[in-house]
């Protein structure tokens, strides 16, 4: 089994619609990540979490919300939904047992989004 | 300027052939380096840390230069299962935590 998982894979949605992107770890890791890909402008951070308590703006924030439900969950929302939010979604996760200093990143396979 | 920067290619390349790619950063404080692996529609994959005595894997061979802000990535013997886009990765000037990658090169080996 993956040990970073994405649900869904895919989605299309309406503009000013609500939509969550979940992602699951079971790599024990303290530290996650939200990112978008856009063609030609790589990976893009929009949120962060050290851990279960901390939360932080990536360069991209603006439309997205987070939530760390547990060490090994962290959610996206669009809380309304804009056509130029279409992009591919990555879910990431680093680290280990707390004050791990490992620092290269592990991805999800992505969702792709459509907002129409 | 982009912190990370690199060519986007297509590099074409015949099979068996050497390629090496290229990256410049522009943090002097970044503390660590990675060069990825992205298939098309695929999530990224970790190919290699980077190192500052250099290092090998394989038919892979990363080398960093910190006095130029420079990393390279030397693929030899290509094989087309290394037809990919290689993106070039560096620690954020605020927290080694969030990571800074490179927009790709993008590498295509032909029979």
């Known amino acids: 089994d993956a040990d970073v998982t994405q649900t869904p894979r895919n989605r299309i949605t309406k503009t000013g619609k609500r939509i969550m992107l979940e992602c699951s770890q079971t790599?024990?890791?303290?530290?996650m990540y939200w990112y978008r890909q856009d063609p030609g402008l790589g990976l893009r951070l929009i949120y962060y979490?050290?851990?279960?308590?901390?939360?932080n703006k990536g360069e991209i924030s603006d439309g997205y919300s987070v939530s760390r439900q547990a060490q090994a969950k962290f959610s996206l929302s669009l809380e309304s939904a804009i056509p130029n939010q279409t992009a591919l979604y990555f879910c990431?996760?680093?680290?280990?047992?707390?004050?791990?200093?490992?620092?290269?990143?592990?991805f999800g396979p992505g969702t792709r989004l459509t907002v129409t | 300027r982009k912190e990370v920067e690199q060519d986007p290619g297509p590099f074409n390349v015949p099979e068996g052939a050497t390629v090496a790619f290229n990256c410049t950063y522009s943090?002097?404080?970044?503390?660590?380096f990675f060069w990825y692996r992205q298939d098309c529609r695929k999530e990224p994959k970790l190919l290699m840390s980077?190192?500052?005595s250099g290092n090998e894997d394989g038919r892979f061979t990363a080398q960093l230069n910190r006095a130029s802000q420079y990393i390279s990535l030397l693929i030899r013997d290509s094989k087309l299962s290394d037809s990919a886009t290689y993106l070039c990765?560096?620690?954020?000037?605020?927290?080694?935590?969030?990571?800074?990658f490179g927009s790709g090169t993008r590498l295509l080996v032909r029979p």
């Open positions: 990431a996760t680093s680290g280990g047992t707390s004050g791990s200093l490992s620092y290269e990143q592990y």
């Open positions: 790599k024990g890791h303290d530290r």
């Open positions: 979490s050290f851990d279960v308590k901390d939360i």
């Open positions: 943090n002097s404080a970044s503390q660590s």
């Open positions: 980077v190192y500052s």
């Open positions: 990765v560096v620690t954020s000037m605020d927290s080694s935590y969030k990571l800074i």
